[in-house]
């Protein structure tokens, strides 16, 4: 039994930062997020397709980090290519250069999980249809609606066409997306507008992200707002929005309120961005980062949390995540 399995694919991320290029590294929603899980102490899983050349390359950190990985044959691996303006790390551009084959219900692994994170980097990456082979097991979806608003064209990165995929938001307990890309999946002029039209689909929880402004999160009640909590130098907004709702998840399966889940997964953010690669920070550093926005309450958690597992809360009876405290 795992905590939590991701599902998508594993990219060969090129970065070009200020006008820098870096060499490839790992990347997509399925490593970063990954990363996070089984840094805060998660059983954690990977379904993913990376081609046997790059295996060693992109999935060596996760299995060193004990990861178990169920990585499906493909010819290809996907290829991004990413440009940072130096002056502003919310913005950026994508070129594809190769893709995997996509990923399907007959790859999934026979293994149980608490929660499945879907990753769609594309809008054909995933068949959909495995977000209700995870649903009908009994256990939560987390999905990034990233992917869904994304198609590829000649190698340039467009937006899809809205609401692609919504029949099966029903399925889904949790649905992240920043800003524009929420407006982009359905169609709406606000992110209130959008946000209830997701929920009415079914989605119990909505995350928005808005960069540098903080997030805010949609479910019983009125929205919530949730501060950035500023970084101590930018240096690659690659896999902050993976690293986000990963954050959200490890908290949200404790029971922790909303609130809370979402302002531990701004300040696991936060530490991203201050470097190269993956989360690689702790519990404890988390809750350090925050103390400068919320004091006491902040203060407390860090004093709890050693780096040590988290502990997670089994659903009560006829839910898929713990009610939220």
Not at 20 to 26: G, I, M, Q, S, V
Not at 135 to 156: H, K, N, P, S
Not at 223 to 233: H, N, T, Y
Request: glycine share 8%.
């Amino acid at each position: 039994m795992f905590d939590v399995c991701v599902i998508g694919h594993v990219v060969r991320d090129i970065n070009t930062i200020g006008g820098a290029e870096y060499d490839p590294r790992p990347g997509g929603a399925a490593y970063y997020s990954t990363m996070v899980y089984t840094r805060l102490g998660l059983r954690t899983a990977v379904l993913t397709k990376v081609s046997g050349n790059d295996e060693p390359q992109l999935l060596g950190e996760p299995r060193a980090a004990g990861v178990k990985v169920f990585n499906r044959p493909t010819e290809r691996t996907t290829t991004f290519r990413n440009f940072y303006a130096p002056d502003n790390a919310d913005v950026r551009i994508q070129r594809v250069d190769s893709r995997a084959d996509r990923l399907t219900v007959a790859d999934m692994p026979k293994i149980r999980a608490r929660v499945w994170q879907i990753g769609p980097l594309t809008d054909q990456d995933i068949d959909p249809a495995i977000i209700v082979h995870c649903a009908r097991r009994g256990d939560a979806v987390a999905m990034d609606v990233q992917g869904l608003t994304r198609c590829i064209v000649a190698g340039e990165v467009r937006a899809s066409e809205p609401w692609r995929g919504a029949g099966y938001l029903r399925d889904v307990d949790v649905l992240k997306a920043d800003e524009d890309e929420i407006l982009i999946y359905t169609g709406c002029c606000t992110i209130c507008e959008a946000a209830a039209k997701v929920r009415r689909a079914g989605v119990g929880e909505v995350l928005i992200t808005c960069g540098s402004r903080g997030s805010i999160v949609f479910a019983d009640g009125d929205p919530l707002e949730i501060d950035a909590v500023s970084p101590r130098r930018v240096v690659d907004a690659t896999g902050c929005g993976d690293t986000y709702l990963a954050a959200y998840m490890v908290r949200r399966m404790t029971g922790a309120d909303l609130r809370e889940c979402g302002s531990f997964a701004s300040a696991a953010a936060s530490l991203n961005i201050e470097n190269l690669g993956a989360f690689r920070g702790s519990a404890r550093e988390i809750a350090e980062r925050r103390i400068g926005l919320e004091h006491a309450a902040a203060r407390q958690s860090a004093e709890s949390m050693q780096d040590q597992p988290f502990s997670t809360v089994e659903p009560p009876p006829g839910r898929r995540l713990p009610r939220d405290n």
